[in-house]
Nanobody, 124 residues
Framework: QVQLVESGGGLVQAGGSLRLSCAASGRTFSSYTMGWFRQAPGKEREFVAGIGRSGGSLNYQDSAQGRFTISRDNAQNTVYLQLNNLKPEDTAVYYC?????????????????WGQGTQVTVSS
C-alpha cells in the first residue's frame, strides 16, 4: 500500500510554469508505476502523463506533449510534473496515482492509489 500527497499547485498567469510534486509513503515506491491525472469542473478525470518504475517508460497526453514533463526520484519517494507554457484550459485539480503492475497507461481504472489532488488555476 502507498499513500500519496500532492503539492505545488497554485494560481499562475497563462504562459507561466508550475512544478507539482507527489510524495509517497512506504518503502516500495520504486515498485509502482506512477501517473498524473487532472479533473476540471464538470469534466471527467483525464490522464496527463505517466512514468514507469525506473523512469525509463514515459507516456503523455497529446496536449501535454512538449509542455509538461514527468519525472521521479525513487530515493526521495517523489514523482514530479513540470508544467510549462500553461494555458487557461489546463485549469483543474491535478492528482497523482500509483499502480503496481504494467506500463504507464492512460486508464483511470488501472490505478489503485490516489492522492487528494492539488488545484492548478491558470488565468488569461
Amino acid at each position: 500500500q502507498v499513500q500519496l500527497v500532492e503539492s505545488g499547485g497554485g494560481l499562475v498567469q497563462a504562459g507561466g510554469s508550475l512544478r507539482l510534486s507527489c510524495a509517497a509513503s512506504g518503502r516500495t515506491f520504486s515498485s509502482y508505476t506512477m501517473g498524473w491525472f487532472r479533473q476540471a469542473p464538470g469534466k471527467e478525470r483525464e490522464f496527463v502523463a505517466g512514468i514507469g518504475r525506473s523512469g525509463g517508460s514515459l507516456n503523455y497526453q497529446d496536449s501535454a506533449q512538449g509542455r509538461f514533463t514527468i519525472s521521479r526520484d525513487n530515493a526521495q519517494n517523489t514523482v514530479y510534473l513540470q508544467l510549462n507554457n500553461l494555458k487557461p484550459e489546463d485549469t483543474a485539480v491535478y492528482y497523482c496515482a500509483a499502480k503496481l503492475l504494467g506500463r504507464p497507461t492512460a486508464r483511470v481504472d488501472e490505478y489503485r492509489y490516489w492522492g487528494q489532488g492539488t488545484q492548478v488555476t491558470v488565468s488569461s
